[in-house]
């Protein structure tokens, strides 16, 4: 069935569309929710108060060609309000984490892994938590500038700002040749 028409049902208050909505895309917002939260029941949690939430308010929605970026923003505020709650940060061993899981599959050398996530987090080491959010959503989770602005209540401006600041800090730190 195409989404626009389960949108539609699920709107209408029809939980097994609004599920299929959500199975279509449960691995994507698996790998979000991990993200923010660094390990599997954290994201599983997330994601369960995700679904509570779009429940109580998909007839809120306006267009129905945005549930997907719609339940994402969800989803991240979901991650935010538990971590602010717990009074945690996320730290970079998590994403180190996420992408170790995964990769496992991959047939590949585990030294080179095991170096590229080492690489990936001492880069990250050296970026703010806005900078770090706005080029993991992009670089990470394929992400474009207009759907980060809504997830994080920012800018489009501020979220391209974010990540060419970011990316100008890790190639300094690389040694990339910067533009100054």
Not at 19 to 32: G, T
Not at 38 to 49: I, K, L, S, T
Not at 87 to 112: C, I, S, T
Not at 148 to 168: C, E, H, P, W, Y
Request: proline share 1%; charged share 30%.
């Amino acid at each position: 069935m195409e989404v626009f028409q389960l949108v539609k049902k699920a709107k209408k208050g029809n939980k097994e569309a609004l599920l299929q909505l959500i199975m279509k895309e449960k691995d994507v917002y698996y790998k979000l929710a991990f993200t923010y939260m660094g390990n599997q029941h954290d994201a599983m949690d997330a994601m369960e108060e995700m679904i509570v939430r779009l429940y109580e308010s998909v007839h809120q929605l306006k267009k129905d060609e945005a549930f997907y970026s719609w339940s994402k923003t969800i989803l991240v505020n979901s991650c935010k309000t538990m971590l602010k709650k717990r009074k945690r940060l996320v730290l970079v061993e998590e994403l180190n984490h996420q992408m170790e899981n995964e990769h496992n599959h991959l047939a590949e050398d585990p030294y080179k892994h095991s170096e590229q996530q080492i690489d990936i987090q001492q880069l990250l080491l050296h970026v703010n938590e806005h900078q770090k959010e706005a080029i993991q959503l992009k670089y990470f989770h394929d992400l474009d500038y207009q759907t980060i602005a809504d997830m994080t209540n920012v800018s489009i401006g501020t979220v391209k700002s974010r990540i060419f600041q970011g990316l100008k800090k890790l190639k300094a730190h690389f040694g990339g040749e910067g533009d100054e």
